[in-house]
């Protein structure tokens, strides 16, 4: 075999093995094709266009207990920064707090679109919001950690966030934000109060 | 209220602050009647432990009377209670586990983060020492807020002088539990280097363990003398060779047992420690671990090695391969001081310990940080420093 064969063998290997190469890629099941992205874990960071980031505590309480709290403490309420919560009597609406509206343009509405009794609540943003956002709060047991409570959110950040750089520092903030929103309500659950280091109420 | 602030490295001073008040349901508000100085401060007043802010007001050990209490605590106004360091709420995992110096709630979730960077997840919660560990107010102080108070001090009979009662707030529980983590078995030969506060507890708690023979290694004759009066076999490493005389001392054997009771600022010569030392200063690094290497390397095989000493970041040079290979069992952390106030209060009250012997100096709070400076400066004479406000 002369020194042209083997050049010419040797493109046509590389051409199908380059071609093999796309073939197994294309038949791997793709993140970003999935339709309801807060579903997935976590750790994957991304699909597509949305950002996905959460948190994770343990408490020792009932799944009821944790739900309750949630929705009907008003004592935490104002001390969350990005976990949605209950809107008074509207059932199926949350409120997003403060931070998690800063980051849409325009007033967000949250709505309920999965609720399964002591294991998950699941909900996504409506309207003409620029950031568009699901989220899921999910509860299984942690033996005797007591049950963990899971919050993931997806989201696709507004037009001018869509920079890499200032997106990924959208996400921390977020994730950092879910993980002291979360152990404020182990705090409220387990302790009954929220921890502070202030010496006075006013201070507080 | 007056209070013994941190101004800068090397610098307290006595200022007035705002008197605490109740902020949350658990509280309770104590006037402090004694206070102490502890080695761990020295840490803060050196600089070495980060997180420490102007102003923050500094001490750990401390009691006192309560003078207010929120809606859920169950102390009554009047009651004198000591109060431990390590703050904890009693409900969460770890405290169920009585592993209380790890509770999960007590650190304010604002203040959780540097900590969670730096050891994987957020500590708990203690008195003056710094923010890292939430950023409380400390007792060198004429009032403290209480939080937990339902849970957290141990209320403590009128007729027992403070001075037998304040090291419950720290050194003595940490003394024992150092020793409990050394597992001592009947007759056992245990090592414990340093003679300050917590060495002398530790060599204390050690022989209530039934030890049969406690080794102190200190560079300081006067608290070597001491250790010495607790029963203790003292050696000074300024003048001996701490590896060959252990092996001497123990028939070639080794300790049993060895208590790191130093922690990251350690002293002397050796090449590490002056390796270690230069980082230090040039904040490369924050833990002089010299004392930890050398009681891992002097321990026999299958030995037990208990760390009651401070320290805070990634010691360089750690012997991991003595450890593996002797297999040796490593036990630590802060101490979970409610977990043996009780027992250690029973000891007190039948005379079978007197905590009492310890201090050296008694000082007006105002005169905190000449009792810092001394404590730090001249450790032969000043080897506990107890201030009333």
């Known amino acids: 075999m002369n020194l042209a064969n083997w050049a010419r063998y040797g493109l046509a290997a590389t051409l199908a093995t380059a071609a093999g190469g796309v073939l197994f890629y294309k038949r791997q099941p793709h993140a970003n094709r999935d339709a309801a992205p807060a579903r997935s874990a976590r750790h994957v960071r991304r699909f597509g266009d949305y950002r996905v980031t959460g948190a994770t505590v343990s408490i020792r309480a009932t799944a009821d207990q944790i739900i309750d709290c949630w929705q009907n403490d008003a004592t935490l309420w104002p001390q969350l920064e990005y976990l949605p919560f209950p809107e008074g009597n509207q059932d199926d609406l949350l409120l997003p707090p403060a931070e998690l509206r800063a980051m849409a343009s325009v007033p967000m509405r949250i709505r309920i679109v999965t609720r399964r009794e002591g294991e998950l609540i699941a909900w996504r943003s409506e309207g003409e919001g620029q950031a568009d956002m699901h989220g899921r709060l999910r509860l299984s047991d942690n033996g005797s950690k007591g049950i963990a409570v899971e919050v993931i959110m997806a989201v696709r950040p507004p037009h001018f966030a869509s920079a890499l750089k200032t997106e990924a520092m959208m996400a921390e903030a977020l994730e950092l934000g879910l993980l002291r929103d979360l152990r404020r309500m182990k705090m409220l659950i387990e302790a009954g109060e929220i921890a502070t280091a202030k010496m006075r109420p006013d201070a507080a | ?389």
């Open chain 2, 1 to 389: 209220m007056r209070a013994a602030t941190f101004q800068g490295k090397g610098t307290i001073d006595v200022r007035h602050m705002p008197d605490p008040k109740i902020v949350n349901p658990r509280d309770a508000i104590i006037e402090v009647t004694s206070t102490a100085i502890c080695g761990s401060d020295l840490h803060l007043y050196d600089g070495v432990i980060p997180g420490v802010e102007k102003d923050d007001i500094l001490g750990h050990e401390f009691m006192g009377r309560v003078l207010d209490v929120g809606r859920d605590s169950t102390l009554t106004i009047g009651q004198r209670v000591v109060v431990p360091f390590t703050i904890f709420c009693g409900h969460c995992f770890q405290c169920s586990e009585q592993r209380y110096s790890a509770c999960d709630n007590s650190c304010p979730v604002e203040e959780q983060e540097v900590a969670e960077k730096a050891f994987g997840y957020p500590l708990a919660g203690m008195f003056g020492y710094s923010h890292l560990t939430g950023g409380y107010a400390g007792g060198q102080a004429e009032y403290v807020r209480i939080p937990y108070s339902d849970v957290l001090p141990l209320v403590v009979p009128d007729d027992i002088p403070d001075d037998r009662l304040l090291f419950l707030s720290d050194i003595l529980p940490t003394g024992w539990m150092a020793a409990l983590n050394a597992e001592i078995e009947p007759g056992d030969t245990i090592a414990v280097w340093g003679c300050g506060p917590v060495g002398l507890f530790t060599i204390l708690s050690a022989f209530q363990q039934k030890a049969g023979r406690v080794i102190a290694i200190d560079g300081v004759p006067g608290r070597l003398a001491m250790a010495e009066s607790l029963g203790a076999e003292p050696v000074n490493f300024h003048e001996t060779d701490i590896l060959d005389a252990l092996k001497q001392m123990t028939g070639g054997v080794g300790p049993d047992a060895v208590i790191d009771a130093v922690g990251m600022e350690a002293h002397g010569f050796s090449i590490d420690n002056i390796a270690d030392k230069i980082k230090q200063t040039v904040g490369m690094g924050q833990d002089r671990a010299h004392v930890l290497r050398q009681a891992i390397m002097a321990c026999r095989k299958g030995g037990r090695v208990s760390v009651p000493g401070v320290y805070g970041g990634k010691a360089d040079l750690f012997p991991l391969g003595a450890m593996m290979q002797k297999g040796l069992q490593l036990r630590t952390g802060q101490t979970h001081v409610r977990r043996y106030t009780d027992e250690l209060l029973d000891m007190i009250e039948r005379d079978v310990i007197d905590p009492s012997f310890l201090i050296s100096h008694r000082l007006p709070l105002d005169d905190a940080a000449k009792g810092y400076r001394n404590f730090r400066d001249h450790q032969d004479e000043w080897i506990k420093v107890v201030m009333q406000p």
